[in-house]
């Protein structure tokens, strides 16, 4: 079973790509989703190929962090996955439908172990963080993720944010522009383990880019991160782990080379 992120590990957006080098070298890439008319995130065209080849090979899961609207606007190549996990793992889509058992236990270890949602809301819409804190949003009223503005977001606050989320059972991680807080019980790797009991997988072959990844990474048979994003800036390794060679869109299509690499052999 091959369980992936999507964004900054398959898939980029345009200012994500990291191509240091000149247009005319610049690889062949296909537009994987299109947001209000507009392309806005890409994979290349040698990574579309590598992707069909692997999802015939093996049972491929996308695992994203993205709400079940937000990961029905990407366009994989190949059938549609019988399986996915989005909402950081709140939910399980089989054949594109949310699995409602699965939701039902998700939910229940977050309100009988955690803080409110409401109260994370509460924290983060203070007049005082208005200057980092651009927009507030849900995810499936489960978590809460923020865009943010970077430069002007004090280290001293997301450090007292892990804190206080700490405190009260959630996670925080920032990706790019958007902060994540999450409840503990939310987590990708206990759906990629789901979904893994379900097939009887009996390997599992990770990849990631974000601190929401690192437990799934840590419970795969075979793990891969790009040599970029929260991962590589805190230097995580493990003697499973892979790490790429390159950076941005071409570290997506590498990572997809590699494990199709693994599949077959």
């Given at each position: 079973?091959?369980?992936?992120?999507?964004?900054r590990?398959?898939?980029?957006?345009?200012?994500?790509?990291?191509?240091?080098?000149?247009?005319a070298?610049?690889?062949?890439?296909v537009?994987?989703?299109v947001?209000?008319?507009?392309?806005?995130?890409f994979?290349t065209?040698?990574?579309?190929?590598?992707?069909?080849?692997?999802?015939?090979?093996?049972?491929?899961?996308?695992?994203t962090?993205?709400?079940?609207?937000?990961?029905?606007?990407?366009?994989?190549?190949?059938?549609?996955?019988?399986?996915?996990v989005?909402?950081?793992?709140?939910?399980?889509?089989?054949?594109g439908?949310?699995d409602?058992?699965?939701?039902?236990?998700?939910r229940?270890?977050?309100?009988s172990?955690?803080?409110?949602?409401a109260?994370i809301?509460?924290?983060?819409?203070?007049?005082?963080?208005?200057e980092w804190?651009?927009?507030?949003?849900?995810?499936?009223?489960?978590?809460a993720y923020?865009?943010?503005?970077?430069?002007?977001?004090?280290?001293?606050?997301?450090?007292?944010?892990?804190?206080?989320?700490?405190?009260?059972?959630?996670?925080?991680?920032?990706q790019?522009?958007?902060?994540?807080?999450?409840?503990?019980?939310?987590?990708?790797?206990?759906?990629?383990?789901?979904?893994?009991?379900?097939?009887?997988a009996?390997?599992?072959?990770?990849?990631?880019?974000?601190?929401?990844?690192?437990?799934?990474?840590?419970?795969?048979?075979?793990?891969?991160?790009?040599?970029h994003?929260?991962?590589?800036?805190a230097?995580?390794?493990?003697?499973h782990?892979?790490v790429?060679?390159?950076?941005?869109i071409?570290?997506g299509?590498?990572?997809?080379?590699?494990?199709?690499?693994l599949v077959?052999?």
């Open positions: 079973m091959l369980a992936s992120d999507l964004d590990t398959l898939i980029y957006s345009a200012n994500a790509l990291f191509l240091n080098t000149e247009d070298l610049a690889p062949a890439m537009v994987a989703e947001y209000e008319g507009k392309p806005l995130s994979m065209r040698a990574a579309e190929a590598l992707l069909v080849s692997a999802a015939e090979a093996s049972v491929f899961v996308p695992v962090t993205r709400t079940v609207a937000q990961y029905r606007r990407i366009q994989l190549p190949g059938p549609t996955p019988e399986y996915a989005t909402t950081n793992g709140g939910v399980i889509l089989h054949h439908e949310p409602a058992d699965w939701q039902a236990s998700v229940g270890l977050v309100t172990g955690c803080a409110p949602l109260e809301e509460a924290y983060l819409g203070r007049p005082e963080f208005h804190i651009l927009k507030l949003r849900s995810a499936e009223d489960l978590f923020a865009i943010v503005d970077r430069d002007a977001l004090p280290g001293e606050f997301l450090l007292a944010l892990e804190d206080w989320c700490d405190a009260r059972g959630w996670t925080v991680s920032l790019g522009r958007k902060l994540y807080c999450v409840p503990t019980p939310v987590t990708k790797q206990q759906a990629v383990a789901e979904v893994a009991r379900r097939i009887s009996d390997r599992i072959i990770a990849a990631g880019d974000s601190l929401l990844d690192r437990p799934m990474l840590e419970c795969a048979d075979v793990a891969f991160r790009p040599a994003g929260e991962l590589d800036d230097g995580y390794f493990e003697p782990l892979q790429t060679e390159a950076r941005g071409l570290a299509e590498e990572i997809v080379r590699r494990m199709l690499g077959r052999g």
